[in-house]
């Protein structure tokens, strides 16, 4: 019994602890810029979601340690984990928003839809960088979200040009059968849409093959329809333990795998190693440089892995996954520097961010100053365009690591432009009323 | 000394069947609506309104919903989080077909929709009894979460595939929707959930409640003394199955403001159920304090290392605070495998006695 009155009150020393903490007044430092990162390194999504969190903190930690934050101003990090969860997504946010965060990367689609109408009342940008709302990319409707480079229906469109491509030609098209093996969650279905028009615009038929995310580790049964009705193609949109389970089980049913092409998400490192010797071929799009043979990535080695003052793994630098939370951070980093030029400002809020980020153009010679050329392809977000539709690139395993394998490719902007804002048009008269956009263009 | 009811007499009827008999529980009760109505309201910032006390009572509401028919009448169910979901896409599907109706109406409406499905999957708890009813109630659960994400009309066709709440006004507030301020969300959500927990309050305590805890007790005996055992059971199911659904659609509306079908996953229907086991089975306060201790705690938890000055990463906060949280679990229910309802009559009696226990 006495141990038990000890524990009580350690128990309640905590929660007072606790409490004061969630009650007290928020301090809002002055002099440094705020950037939460929503982060999830445990859960089922860990496996993809650990990389990401440490290219994210990697490159703007070694901003702090190297130039000392931007403009002169430190950056104030804080991580907040997320598990992939949207109930623990939307109390990160609430309990990061009042310190004056600039912007929020919530990598996950449940999470982003969850923001995305918050982001004009809290005046916070959202910036889901090639995932979220496809429709976000239209910026005349939704001027606090941004999903540079890409929305899915770029990277779907781009899946069906590289296969026309390896076919002779999208008109050779006609008659093939291509799968398409997703997430049964909003980030599988959203290219659905565009899936569709595209097949009957080309002639191919489109199979559906969708994973429950419950069980996405156990995905025999999806490649025994595989098995079955023999697509020519197969492409992916996984995530988390998705991607290696699906990759094992290609292998498995000897599905050739140069024929195998995944979304950027399903292009981690060690997605395709799980499928050993027999992943090799194994194709994924991708935005984000391959290799770590970067000088940015270099002074990331120098100032904060080998400072201590990271948790990443120094192999994994390099890394798809890795390499794209390093594109995220650069994206956030050369907002806050657009914005400081912009306002004149050095400590910046989550309107003059949204400017920055409205302002971007991540343009070649800017790339090579910052010590990434070649690291990604130049970007421009401009007021109507919030995703811009930039050209992704294919990238093969070799067995032990991606090499690119293509040039890079354009997105069909043609057919997917009118789409995106017929479904920004349709989600707006959903959640009608909506804010109209009365927020000045900076370009 | 502190919960003598000695010298309390009562000299009606009425005051004898009071639902609070005696005047340290009624102060009690009182202290605690005016902390609630009055104190939170006043003191609290917004992440304590919609990070803690929102999900707190939603969550709270879902465990007096779960408690009903796992607690009261004895029929186990890990179908819980399906139901919240058919209250969440129901009062979704009724605000955007009625744009113009009160937004609070649809949301216990929406608890209709819920408790005719409940009462549907209770149809085999006539036959099966114990885990063997968990089982068809499990079914219940994948079925529906399949609904949810296969049938688009539910969803308005929507590309994402989630439901994403409207604003929505009431008497010149913004109740729902990204606009709403956290504190009218929480006036309708703490409304709600005590108008809920006092009409239960008095439901359990009558004839229904009696019949519920005759089934639950001994099912054979109940029926020959004149309890119709399918009436009774798919009542508690349909009960049970609208406080539930009510609970899922004020979690959409009120507190997440978009879901996708898996908020509404087995995760939930767990998350519930150990909050009813924790709290108590067979208790309304009970399904509070294993609200809290469930919610509140781990969201505390995470606050106490940046308070000591310590400075650790975020995911070993995580880790820490799922470890120590699991430990307080089984601690308690080896301590007392009946809940804090019964640690909190523990109390009181001891609280009686005190200071000279015999």
Same mark, same amino acid.
């Given at each position: 019994?006495?141990?038990?009155?000890?524990?009580?009150?350690? $128990?309640?020393?905590?929660?007072?602890?606790?409490?004061?903490?969630?009650?007290?007044?928020?301090?809002?430092?002055?002099?440094?810029?705020?950037?939460?990162?929503?982060?999830?390194?445990?859960?089922?999504?860990? +496996?993809?979601?650990?990389?990401?969190?440490?290219?994210?903190?990697?490159? &703007?930690?070694?901003?702090?340690?190297?130039?000392? +934050?931007?403009?002169?101003?430190?950056?104030?990090?804080?991580?907040?984990?997320?598990?992939?969860?949207?109930?623990?997504?939307?109390?990160?946010?609430?309990?990061?928003?009042?310190?004056?965060?600039?912007?929020? !990367?919530?990598?996950?689609?449940?999470?982003?839809?969850?923001?995305?109408?918050?982001?004009?009342?809290?005046?916070?940008?959202?910036?889901?960088?090639?995932?979220?709302?496809?429709?976000? $990319?239209?910026? !005349?409707?939704?001027?606090?979200? =941004?999903?540079?480079?890409?929305?899915?229906?770029?990277?779907?469109?781009?899946?069906?040009?590289?296969?026309?491509?390896?076919?002779?030609?999208?008109?050779?098209?006609?008659?093939?059968?291509?799968?398409?093996?997703?997430?049964?969650?909003?980030?599988?279905?959203?290219?659905?849409?565009?899936?569709?028009?595209?097949?009957?615009?080309?002639?191919?038929?489109?199979?559906?093959?969708?994973?429950?995310?419950?069980?996405?580790? !156990?995905?025999?049964?999806?490649?025994?329809?595989?098995?079955?009705?023999?697509?020519?193609?197969?492409?992916?949109?996984?995530?988390?333990?998705? !991607?290696?389970?699906?990759?094992?089980?290609?292998?498995?049913?000897?599905?050739?795998?140069?024929? =195998?092409?995944?979304?950027?998400?399903?292009?981690?490192?060690?997605? $395709?190693?799980?499928?050993?010797?027999? $992943?090799?071929?194994?194709?994924?799009?991708?935005?984000?440089?391959?290799?770590?043979?970067?000088?940015?990535?270099?002074?990331?080695?120098?100032?904060?892995?080998?400072?201590?003052?990271?948790?990443?793994?120094?192999?994994?630098?390099?890394?798809?996954?890795?390499?794209?939370?390093?594109?995220?951070?650069?994206?956030?980093?050369?907002?806050?520097?657009?914005?400081?030029? &912009?306002?004149?400002?050095?400590?910046?809020?989550?309107?003059?961010?949204?400017?920055?980020?409205?302002?971007?153009?991540?343009?070649?010679?800017?790339?090579?100053?910052?010590?990434?050329?070649?690291?990604?392809?130049?970007?421009?977000?401009?007021?109507?365009?919030?995703?811009?539709?930039?050209?992704? =690139?294919?990238?093969?395993?070799?067995?032990?690591?991606?090499?690119?394998?293509?040039?890079?490719?354009?997105?069909?902007?043609? &057919?997917?432009?009118?789409?995106?804002?017929?479904?920004?048009?349709?989600?707006?008269?959903?959640?009608?009323?909506?804010?109209?956009?009365?927020?000045?263009?900076?370009? | 000394?502190?919960?003598?009811?000695?010298?309390?007499?009562?000299?009606?009827?009425?005051?004898?069947?009071?639902? @609070?008999?005696?005047?340290?529980?009624?102060?009690?009760?009182?202290?605690?609506?005016?902390?609630?109505?009055?104190?939170?309201?006043?003191?609290?910032?917004?992440?304590?309104?919609?990070?803690?006390?929102?999900?707190?009572?939603?969550?709270?509401?879902?465990?007096?919903?779960?408690?009903?028919?796992?607690?009261?009448?004895?029929?186990?169910?890990?179908?819980?989080?399906?139901?919240?979901?058919?209250?969440?896409?129901?009062?979704?599907?009724?605000?955007?077909?009625?744009?113009? #109706?009160? *937004?609070? *109406?649809?949301?216990? *409406?929406?608890?209709?929709?819920? #408790?005719?499905?409940?009462?549907?999957?209770?149809?085999?708890?006539?036959?099966?009894?114990?885990?063997?009813?968990?089982?068809?109630?499990?079914?219940?659960?994948?079925?529906?979460?399949?609904? @949810?994400?296969?049938?688009? %009309?539910?969803?308005?066709?929507?590309?994402?595939?989630?439901?994403?709440?409207?604003?929505?006004?009431?008497?010149?507030?913004?109740?729902?929707?990204?606009?709403?301020?956290?504190?009218?969300?929480?006036?309708? *959500?703490?409304?709600?959930? #005590?108008?809920?927990?006092?009409?239960?309050?008095?439901?359990?305590?009558?004839?229904?409640?009696?019949?519920?805890?005759?089934?639950?007790?001994?099912?054979?005996?109940?029926?020959?003394?004149?309890?119709?055992?399918?009436?009774?059971?798919?009542?508690?199911?349909?009960?049970?199955?609208?406080?539930?659904?009510?609970?899922?659609?004020?979690?959409?509306?009120? %507190?997440?403001?978009?879901?996708?079908?898996?908020?509404?996953?087995?995760?939930?229907?767990?998350?519930?159920? @150990?909050?009813?086991?924790?709290?108590?089975?067979?208790?309304?306060?009970?399904?509070?304090?294993?609200?809290?201790?469930? %919610?509140?705690?781990?969201?505390?938890?995470?606050?106490?290392?940046?308070?000591?000055?310590?400075?650790?990463?975020?995911?070993?906060?995580?880790?820490?605070? @799922?470890?120590?949280?699991?430990?307080?679990?089984?601690?308690?229910?080896?301590?007392?495998?009946?809940?804090?309802?019964?640690?909190?009559?523990?109390?009181?009696?001891?609280?009686?006695?005190?200071?000279?226990?015999?």
């Amino acid at each position: 019994m006495k141990d038990f009155k000890q524990l009580a009150i350690g $128990a309640a020393v905590a929660l007072g602890v606790g409490l004061t903490g969630v009650m007290a007044p928020v301090a809002q430092a002055q002099d440094s810029n705020y950037v939460p990162l929503l982060t999830y390194r445990t859960g089922p999504y860990a +496996g993809s979601g650990i990389h990401i969190a440490n290219g994210m903190h990697d490159y &703007l930690k070694m901003l702090n340690e190297r130039d000392g +934050g931007i403009g002169g101003v430190k950056l104030e990090l804080e991580e907040c984990e997320t598990g992939y969860n949207a109930q623990k997504g939307v109390e990160c946010y609430e309990a990061t928003k009042g310190k004056g965060a600039l912007v929020y !990367n919530p990598y996950s689609t449940g999470i982003t839809l969850q923001l995305i109408p918050k982001a004009s009342v809290d005046k916070i940008p959202v910036l889901s960088m090639g995932y979220g709302l496809s429709a976000a $990319a239209d910026g !005349n409707v939704f001027p606090w979200v =941004f999903n540079v480079p890409d929305t899915y229906w770029d990277g779907a469109s781009v899946v069906i040009k590289y296969i026309g491509e390896q076919e002779g030609g999208l008109e050779n098209l006609k008659g093939k059968k291509i799968g398409y093996i997703f997430l049964d969650a909003g980030y599988g279905r959203e290219p659905i849409p565009l899936l569709e028009q595209l097949a009957e615009k080309y002639g191919f038929e489109l199979l559906q093959y969708a994973v429950p995310g419950a069980e996405m580790q !156990n995905q025999s049964s999806q490649w025994l329809n595989v098995r079955r009705d023999r697509p020519d193609y197969m492409v992916m949109w996984g995530w988390g333990a998705m !991607n290696p389970t699906a990759i094992k089980e290609a292998v498995k049913i000897r599905f050739p795998m140069d024929k =195998f092409i995944g979304v950027w998400w399903s292009a981690g490192d060690d997605d $395709a190693a799980a499928g050993g010797e027999g $992943a090799k071929g194994y194709k994924a799009m991708n935005f984000s440089g391959v290799g770590s043979d970067f000088p940015a990535l270099a002074d990331i080695q120098k100032h904060v892995i080998d400072a201590g003052l990271s948790s990443t793994d120094a192999a994994s630098v390099g890394g798809t996954l890795y390499n794209r939370g390093v594109l995220n951070s650069v994206i956030i980093a050369e907002g806050i520097r657009t914005a400081q030029e &912009l306002t004149g400002k050095k400590v910046i809020t989550g309107e003059d961010m949204r400017m920055g980020l409205e302002a971007l153009d991540l343009d070649e010679a800017r790339l090579e100053e910052l010590g990434l050329k070649g690291f990604a392809h130049p970007m421009k977000v401009t007021c109507e365009d919030h995703a811009g539709s930039h050209p992704v =690139f294919i990238q093969q395993w070799n067995g032990e690591k991606w090499q690119q394998a293509s040039d890079w490719i354009e997105p069909m902007t043609d &057919l997917v432009r009118p789409l995106l804002e017929a479904a920004a048009k349709e989600y707006a008269e959903k959640n009608a009323p909506w804010p109209a956009r009365t927020e000045p263009c900076p370009n | 000394m502190f919960y003598r009811e000695a010298g309390q007499f009562k000299t009606s009827y009425k005051a004898d069947q009071a639902l @609070f008999p005696i005047l340290q529980d009624r102060i009690g009760i009182a202290v605690i609506l005016i902390i609630a109505f009055a104190v939170i309201p006043a003191f609290a910032n917004d992440f304590f309104l919609t990070s803690i006390m929102i999900p707190f009572l939603v969550f709270a509401l879902a465990a007096i919903g779960l408690n009903i028919l796992t607690g009261y009448c004895g029929q186990l169910s890990l179908g819980t989080g399906a139901f919240m979901g058919v209250g969440a896409y129901a009062a979704y599907k009724l605000t955007s077909i009625f744009p113009d #109706a009160n *937004v609070i *109406v649809m949301v216990l *409406v929406s608890g209709v929709f819920s #408790a005719a499905i409940g009462a549907v999957f209770g149809l085999p708890s006539l036959r099966i009894k114990g885990l063997y009813l968990a089982v068809t109630t499990l079914a219940a659960q994948f079925f529906l979460e399949w609904c @949810f994400i296969r049938i688009p %009309w539910l969803y308005n066709y929507n590309a994402s595939g989630a439901i994403e709440v409207p604003r929505r006004e009431m008497f010149g507030f913004i109740v729902t929707g990204a606009e709403a301020l956290p504190i009218t969300r929480y006036f309708v *959500v703490l409304c709600i959930t #005590a108008g809920i927990a006092f009409l239960m309050a008095n439901v359990l305590r009558g004839r229904i409640g009696r019949s519920w805890m005759m089934i639950r007790d001994m099912d054979i005996a109940a029926e020959l003394m004149g309890v119709r055992p399918l009436r009774t059971k798919l009542m508690a199911f349909a009960v049970s199955s609208y406080i539930c659904g009510v609970a899922g659609a004020m979690m959409v509306f009120f %507190w997440l403001n978009a879901a996708e079908p898996s908020s509404y996953s087995i995760r939930l229907s767990f998350q519930i159920l @150990f909050m009813v086991i924790l709290g108590g089975l067979g208790s309304l306060g009970g399904a509070f304090m294993g609200a809290a201790f469930i %919610w509140i705690l781990p969201v505390l938890l995470k606050f106490v290392p940046g308070l000591l000055g310590i400075d650790i990463a975020a995911e070993t906060v995580e880790h820490a605070t @799922f470890m120590i949280v699991g430990a307080l679990i089984i601690f308690f229910l080896i301590v007392e495998p009946h809940g804090f309802a019964r640690l909190w009559q523990i109390a009181k009696q001891k609280l009686r006695v005190w200071p000279f226990p015999y």
